[in-house]
């Protein structure tokens, strides 16, 4: 089992208001300068939030939420020191709860 850390917000907050797409741009093309794998991930309306564990942090932000999860826990530090207005926490997958970190609600268009 892997442990996911994450930043999470409005998704209006994390795509319109916050620069977030330049911040993650930024970070992957320094991922392949240094050859590095890609750690983090940006999920729209996450489904992990849909957990009993989850239920109190999910109340607390306005939906569509959107996430970046991470296997950083340093990088999710760095986005919630730079972010500010933003719930952080993390999670184990898979799980029976939780089989896939990265699964989304959202509706593909």
Known sequence: MQTYYY?????????EEEPLEEVLKERTRYYHEQEKEIDFWLVK???FL?????SEIKA???QPSAAVVSTNPQFITWLKLRLEYVVT???????????DALASLASVS
């Open 7 to 15: 930043v999470l917000a409005s998704q209006r907050f994390l795509l």
């Open 45 to 47: 309306q996450p489904a």
């Open 50 to 54: 849909e957990t009993a564990a989850m």
């Open 60 to 62: 607390k932000c306005p």
């Open 89 to 99: 926490g993390e999670f184990q997958a898979p799980s029976s709860e939780i089989p």
